[in-house]
């Protein structure tokens, strides 16, 4: 397994040194900050990402507008109330990029939402108190729980409302395969578990977030070309 600062070294040379690589970094919100997101902000989120899966992004965010519309911002309480009839005139509808079973997972993620708030306090306190030496563990819950937020999807939202996780883009798997980390399918547990105790590792060895580390592995390697804080390396 290489050493961080080997990896750090690659990466700042490849993005122009050292203080560009800093300025394509950012670092995930605190436990307090994630505690102030309401259930409707994981909803949302978990919405966008679903419909972004298999869509160019741009044309989903183009349509979000419209989305939170439909949806009525995208209040849990709302849509737990919501006749199960309406969900079919709500897919219809000509705001929003019509695809029912994409639809179909609002309802279904807005009651894991209240069920997992219930039982936790809030949906943004379980999320909040949950491990980061152990983010696969909350990828499963959301993909057992969940509906449409296994692979990608689900990380992807959680670091989009800034829970610290590791992704699985392709620069990242491109770096974990070359380095012999993983083999064999992404999303298998022996995979998935494989590249946490590398991210934990170079954890202990950096005290940076998994955020800053998964972007860090992602520069050192690929064609990467990403703006300030503005996108993901793939």
Same mark, same amino acid.
């Given at each position: 397994?290489?050493?961080?600062?080997?990896?750090?070294?690659?990466?700042?040379?490849?993005?122009?040194?050292?203080?560009?690589?800093?300025?394509? %970094?950012?670092?995930?919100?605190?436990?307090?900050?994630? =505690? #102030?997101? $309401? /259930?409707?902000?994981?909803?949302?989120? *978990?919405?966008?990402?679903?419909?972004?899966?298999?869509?160019?992004?741009?044309?989903?965010?183009?349509?979000?507008?419209?989305?939170?519309?439909?949806?009525?911002?995208?209040?849990?309480?709302? %849509?737990?109330?919501?006749?199960?009839?309406?969900?079919? =005139? #709500?897919? $219809? /509808?000509?705001?929003?990029?019509?695809? *029912?079973?994409?639809?179909?997972?609002?309802?279904?993620?807005?009651?894991?939402?209240?069920?997992?708030?219930?039982?936790?306090?809030?949906?943004?306190?379980?999320?909040?108190?949950?491990?980061?030496?152990?983010?696969?563990?909350?990828?499963?819950?959301?993909? #057992?729980?969940?509906?449409?937020?296994?692979?990608?999807?689900?990380?992807?939202?959680?670091?989009?409302?800034?829970?610290?996780?590791?992704?699985?883009?392709?620069?990242?798997?491109?770096?974990?395969?070359?380095?012999?980390?993983?083999?064999?399918?992404?999303?298998?547990?022996?995979?998935?578990?494989?590249?946490?105790?590398?991210?934990?590792?170079?954890?202990?060895?950096?005290?940076?977030?998994?955020?800053?580390?998964?972007?860090?592995?992602?520069?050192?390697?690929?064609?990467?070309?990403?703006?300030?804080?503005?996108?993901?390396?793939?």
């Amino acid at each position: 397994m290489e050493k961080f600062q080997d990896i750090y070294q690659r990466a700042a040379q490849r993005k122009g040194g050292k203080v560009m690589l800093e300025q394509l %970094l950012y670092t995930p919100l605190s436990k307090a900050q994630l =505690q #102030k997101l $309401s /259930d409707d902000d994981w909803l949302e989120e *978990f919405t966008r990402k679903v419909f972004q899966s298999g869509f160019y992004w741009s044309v989903i965010n183009n349509k979000w507008a419209g989305f939170r519309e439909v949806f009525w911002g995208f209040s849990v309480e709302k %849509l737990l109330m919501m006749p199960p009839d309406m969900l079919e =005139q #709500k897919a $219809s /509808d000509e705001r929003i990029v019509r695809n *029912f079973k994409k639809v179909q997972t609002i309802p279904e993620n807005a009651y894991m939402i209240h069920d997992t708030a219930n039982e936790h306090g809030s949906f943004s306190e379980f999320i909040a108190n949950w491990p980061t030496e152990d983010i696969i563990g909350l990828w499963a819950y959301l993909k #057992k729980h969940g509906a449409r937020l296994g692979g990608n999807t689900g990380p992807y939202a959680l670091r989009a409302l800034g829970k610290d996780t590791f992704l699985l883009s392709r620069d990242v798997e491109s770096y974990l395969r070359g380095h012999k980390i993983i083999d064999g399918g992404l999303q298998t547990k022996k995979s998935i578990t494989a590249a946490q105790a590398f991210f934990n590792e170079l954890q202990q060895q950096s005290g940076l977030s998994l955020q800053e580390l998964s972007l860090i592995v992602a520069y050192s390697v690929g064609d990467n070309r990403v703006g300030i804080q503005t996108s993901e390396p793939r």
